[in-house]
């Protein structure tokens, strides 16, 4: 048999039953279309979460206290661990290819002034922090190079910050009370966003002493190192072990770069994404044996037609082709229509709710209609074997 006259065969199959193909195409499509949505939905978040990171520069390492590696030690040694210290932290200044380094305390604390109490999150912070994450200012100055160990009371405010305590008033030389403590605001900021769900614009920076002070702690939350753009991150976190190693005498922190957090944030997101599609996939296999079932319906139905084939010259072969083809084709169309319905609600959650991230990945999209077309085939095989093993004689006895 010719091919157009195989595809124009199956086509009127198809065709002659046009409510049975339709909801059997349906159960195709709804899969897909899940598998798309779900997929586009989770590679959003994934790229939404990467780009949160990765807004303030990839050539950052992390500093924090304490080994995060399980080690075999003394457990009296836990007790004696030093903690960072904001000279640990000038002493990394003096490595090769730092250009920034940023000592940093964080706490919740009340501020007053101008008649209103807000409470908000207070960063202690080095005066480098501004230029460090690319943070701009929008009037005043950042926090002055003074002593790191005893610098003056003064504050810059977030966006949020300075418009919930002052409104469009000018808040420069005002002083304001962190936690019973006076500070002078000598700056504040530029709108920056939100990251993760953290609002940076409603923050306090304070010099990260006085933070330490405010908040009664002995050691630094964590020490970011910006190295110059091209140096190697493994480069920069060797020559950071090898200065804190003689600093403590042991290694009791840890040194963690910016691309290795990403890594392991990628391939999480990503393993989160395809669970995610897999879930959807579950209606793919729902449709399947929802193929499976109309394919064995015809055969049952078509046992004369298929002995009249048989009869008429159609071998084994052909009758097998013909169903498969039946069964492969209702899942493609199937499968093409749930991508467009999938596409489509993507956009249009897109377009309707910008804040969800929404990002059609055209590898899942693709992966979804080869595993509909793939699902219709196997799903195909069984009623096609039994079709192609009908002798003509007891075939054409059935009518």
Same mark, same amino acid.
């Given at each position: 048999?010719?091919?157009?006259? =195989? ?11 046009r409510?049975?193909?339709?909801l059997?195409?349906?159960g195709?499509g709804?899969g ?6 779900l997929?586009?939905i ?5 790229q ?9 520069? %990839?050539?950052?390492i992390?500093?924090q206290?304490? @080994?995060?590696?399980t080690?075999g030690?003394?457990? *009296?040694?836990f #007790? ?7 000279d640990?932290?000038?002493a990394?200044?003096?490595?090769? @290819?730092?250009l920034?380094v ?12 101008n008649?209103r109490?807000r409470?908000? %999150? ?5 005066p ?5 994450y690319t943070?701009?200012l ?9 002593d790191?160990?005893a610098?003056? +009371?003064?504050a810059v405010?977030?966006? @949020?910050?300075?418009h ?7 808040p ?11 500070f002078?605001?000598i700056?504040f900021m530029q ?6 769900g ?11 002493a006085?933070?330490?002070?405010l908040?009664?702690r ?7 190192v ?12 060797d020559?950071?072990t ?8 042991r290694?009791d922190?840890?040194? &963690? %770069?910016?691309?290795e957090m ?8 990503g &393993?989160?994404?395809a669970a995610?599609? #897999?879930?959807?996939?579950i209606?793919?296999?729902?449709? *399947?044996?929802?193929? =499976?079932?109309?394919?064995?319906i015809a055969?049952r139905e078509? %046992? #004369? ?8 010259? +159609?071998t084994q072969?052909?009758i097998? @082709?013909? =169903?498969?083809?039946? #069964? ?6 199937g499968?093409?229509g *749930?991508?467009?319905?999938g596409?489509g ?6 377009a ?11 590898g899942?999209?693709?992966?979804a209609?080869?595993i509909?077309?793939l699902i ?5 095989v069984?009623? +096609?074997?039994?079709?192609?093993g009908?002798?003509?004689v007891? +075939?054409?006895?059935?009518e």
């Amino acid at each position: 048999m010719l091919q157009q006259d =195989f595809i124009a065969f199956t086509y009127s199959a198809i065709k002659a039953r046009r409510s049975r193909a339709f909801l059997t195409a349906l159960g195709i499509g709804i899969g897909v279309a899940a598998v798309v949505l779900l997929t586009s939905i989770g590679a959003g978040v994934q790229q939404y979460v990467l780009h949160q990171f990765t807004q303030f520069g %990839t050539n950052i390492i992390s500093v924090q206290p304490g @080994k995060s590696q399980t080690f075999g030690a003394n457990p *009296g040694q836990f #007790a004696s661990m030093r903690p960072l210290t904001i000279d640990d932290a000038m002493a990394f200044k003096r490595i090769p @290819k730092v250009l920034n380094v940023v000592p940093m305390m964080q706490g919740n604390s009340d501020v007053e002034a101008n008649g209103r109490v807000r409470r908000t %999150t207070v960063f202690g912070v080095g005066p480098e922090f501004d230029e460090a994450y690319t943070f701009a200012l929008a009037g005043g100055s950042f926090l002055p190079e003074d002593d790191p160990t005893a610098p003056r +009371a003064v504050a810059v405010l977030g966006s @949020k910050m300075r418009h919930e305590i002052f409104g469009d008033a000018n808040p420069l030389g005002a002083l304001i009370r962190i936690g019973g403590e006076r500070f002078r605001i000598i700056g504040f900021m530029q709108s920056k966003g939100s990251m993760i769900g953290f609002d940076l614009d409603d923050t306090v920076y304070i010099p990260t002493a006085r933070a330490l002070s405010l908040f009664n702690r002995n050691g630094l939350l964590q020490v970011d190192v910006v190295y110059a753009p091209g140096v190697s991150a493994r480069e920069v976190s060797d020559a950071v072990t090898r200065v804190l190693m003689a600093r403590h005498g042991r290694e009791d922190f840890t040194v &963690v %770069t910016q691309q290795e957090m990403l890594d392991t944030l990628g391939n999480i997101l990503g &393993v989160l994404t395809a669970a995610v599609g #897999a879930l959807g996939g579950i209606s793919l296999l729902v449709g *399947g044996v929802g193929i =499976f079932t109309i394919m064995t319906i015809a055969v049952r139905e078509r %046992t #004369a037609e298929i002995g009249l084939l048989r009869a008429l010259g +159609a071998t084994q072969r052909s009758i097998l @082709k013909f =169903f498969l083809g039946e #069964a492969v084709l209702l899942s493609a169309i199937g499968g093409l229509g *749930g991508l467009i319905v999938g596409i489509g609600i993507a956009l249009l959650l897109s377009a309707l709710v910008p804040a969800l991230p929404v990002h059609i990945e055209p590898g899942y999209t693709l992966l979804a209609e080869a595993i509909a077309v793939l699902i219709g085939l196997i799903s195909g095989v069984l009623p +096609a074997v039994r079709a192609a093993g009908l002798q003509p004689v007891d +075939a054409l006895r059935t009518e």
